[in-house]
């Protein structure tokens, strides 16, 4: 049984515990009052609600929705699809060809597109306009549609410039870096699928450099998305989370989910002044067939080289067949630059500009000579 005194002791003990818990918490708290919540509120962390920051998506969508404009259009057909939203020939190839033709007839096609100049100009895809006898384009805020001309389109890029005249301040969406676009960074596709106009989708970049072959057209470099991507979407922005154009939604692929593509902006940039003031992309050509050379071909000619790319065969009346360029030869360089296969030669041509003046250097029976050649325009037989 304690005393007295022991028990004054002790209850003395149980205060200054007390006493220093508190004060040991209360520091804590001081000292340290973020750390719950930091997995939430660091920069770019986001909430559990909305990965991306709250309100952010919203913000960008006010932003950047009254640029983003519903396109229609007027096309001849063979009566296939009733429905204008198919008239797409990337979902014609996915969906199939199910309704028999019933002879030439008039249908609409429905897609998207963005401005992007104060005065009215407009990109979009390629078939998205491709066949048009009319174009209207219906903005953000207005009932009646508006006309548009065609002013500048491409085939093989699927690209498309059209022209409104709806005055001198429109909203208008900045074109971003899409070479600087991470793989797991958030996309936002803005368009019309299925008529239902300013749709808004969220995903990631799921990848970037896809090819993909739809009918003829063959894509080189898209971006991959699973922002969801629908009939009417084509022609529409993919924005990042600055509210710049990344890309251009251009197809998806039916038989899998979340899989959309969009021509980067490092595309279209660099052709979009010749879309506009010349109505066409402008290509350098030199007019030959290649393929890489290797050990087995470089045998059969008699070279003790495996670098280079092979003519396979010459376009007659092209830029090197004028120049004397033949079958057999084996292309090593362009104006002094190495090319060590058949891409190299195609990204050196690419870079150059119709008319420029090119010296190549060549093998031709085992002997190297240089040839002068005037790169021409692709599409141009002299």
Same mark, same amino acid.
């Given at each position: 049984m304690c005393t007295k005194k022991e028990r004054r002791k002790a209850g003395i003990f149980i205060i200054a515990a007390f006493v220093v818990g508190v004060l040991v918490a209360g520091a804590a708290f001081y000292l340290f009052p973020v750390i719950p919540s930091m997995a939430t509120t660091q920069p770019g962390a986001g909430d559990p609600v909305n990965p991306v920051g709250t309100g952010l998506i919203a913000d960008i969508v006010d932003k950047t929705s009254p640029a983003v404009v519903m396109i229609e259009t007027t096309i001849e057909s063979r009566g296939r699809f009733i429905d204008p939203f198919f008239n797409d020939p990337f979902f014609r190839q996915f969906f199939g060809n199910r309704i028999p033709d019933t002879g030439p007839r008039y249908t609409t096609g429905m897609g998207s597109g963005f401005i992007i100049s104060k005065d009215g100009y407009i990109l979009t895809n390629e078939h998205v306009i491709s066949g048009a006898t009319k174009i209207e384009v219906t903005m953000a805020g207005r009932d009646k549609p508006v006309p548009a001309t065609l002013v500048g389109s491409d085939f093989e890029l699927d690209l498309a410039v059209l022209k409104i005249?709806?005055?001198?301040?429109?909203?208008?969406? $900045?074109? !971003? =870096?899409? @070479?600087?676009?991470?793989?797991?960074?958030?996309?936002?596709?803005?368009?019309?699928? /299925?008529?239902? =106009?300013?749709? *808004?989708?969220?995903?990631?970049?799921?990848?970037?450099?896809?090819?993909?072959?739809?009918?003829?057209? /063959?894509y080189k470099n898209l971006l991959q998305t699973d922002a969801s991507i629908n009939p009417g979407n084509s022609g529409g922005p993919l924005l990042n989370t600055r509210g710049q154009v990344i890309g251009i939604n251009t197809a998806v692929s039916a038989s899998a989910q979340g899989i959309g593509f969009a021509i980067p902006t490092s595309t279209v940039k660099p052709v979009l002044d010749s879309l506009i003031n010349q109505g066409k992309i402008t290509r350098p050509w030199l007019g030959v067939y290649i393929q890489s050379l290797n050990k087995e071909i470089a /045998?059969?000619?008699?070279?003790?080289? #495996?670098? !280079?790319?092979?003519?396979?065969?010459?376009?007659?009346?092209?830029?090197? @067949?004028?120049?004397?360029?033949?079958?057999?030869?084996?292309?090593?360089?362009?104006?002094?630059?190495?090319?060590?296969?058949?891409? =190299?030669?195609?990204?050196?041509?690419?870079?150059? /500009?119709?008319?420029?003046?090119?010296? *190549? !250097?060549?093998?031709?029976?085992?002997?190297?000579? #240089?040839? @002068?050649?005037?790169? !021409? $325009?692709?599409?141009?037989? @002299?």
């Amino acid at each position: 049984m304690c005393t007295k005194k022991e028990r004054r002791k002790a209850g003395i003990f149980i205060i200054a515990a007390f006493v220093v818990g508190v004060l040991v918490a209360g520091a804590a708290f001081y000292l340290f009052p973020v750390i719950p919540s930091m997995a939430t509120t660091q920069p770019g962390a986001g909430d559990p609600v909305n990965p991306v920051g709250t309100g952010l998506i919203a913000d960008i969508v006010d932003k950047t929705s009254p640029a983003v404009v519903m396109i229609e259009t007027t096309i001849e057909s063979r009566g296939r699809f009733i429905d204008p939203f198919f008239n797409d020939p990337f979902f014609r190839q996915f969906f199939g060809n199910r309704i028999p033709d019933t002879g030439p007839r008039y249908t609409t096609g429905m897609g998207s597109g963005f401005i992007i100049s104060k005065d009215g100009y407009i990109l979009t895809n390629e078939h998205v306009i491709s066949g048009a006898t009319k174009i209207e384009v219906t903005m953000a805020g207005r009932d009646k549609p508006v006309p548009a001309t065609l002013v500048g389109s491409d085939f093989e890029l699927d690209l498309a410039v059209l022209k409104i005249n709806a005055g001198n301040d429109l909203p208008y969406l $900045e074109l !971003g =870096d899409s @070479d600087n676009v991470r793989v797991g960074e958030w996309a936002i596709a803005i368009g019309n699928p /299925q008529g239902l =106009d300013h749709t *808004v989708t969220v995903g990631v970049i799921s990848a970037k450099g896809r090819p993909i072959t739809v009918q003829d057209r /063959q894509y080189k470099n898209l971006l991959q998305t699973d922002a969801s991507i629908n009939p009417g979407n084509s022609g529409g922005p993919l924005l990042n989370t600055r509210g710049q154009v990344i890309g251009i939604n251009t197809a998806v692929s039916a038989s899998a989910q979340g899989i959309g593509f969009a021509i980067p902006t490092s595309t279209v940039k660099p052709v979009l002044d010749s879309l506009i003031n010349q109505g066409k992309i402008t290509r350098p050509w030199l007019g030959v067939y290649i393929q890489s050379l290797n050990k087995e071909i470089a /045998q059969s000619l008699k070279l003790d080289r #495996s670098e !280079g790319a092979v003519v396979t065969s010459v376009v007659e009346g092209g830029p090197a @067949d004028n120049a004397g360029i033949t079958h057999g030869d084996v292309i090593v360089e362009i104006n002094n630059n190495k090319v060590a296969n058949a891409g =190299d030669l195609t990204d050196l041509v690419g870079k150059m /500009q119709p008319g420029q003046k090119a010296v *190549v !250097g060549i093998y031709r029976g085992g002997k190297k000579m #240089s040839i @002068d050649v005037t790169i !021409g $325009e692709k599409g141009k037989v @002299d």
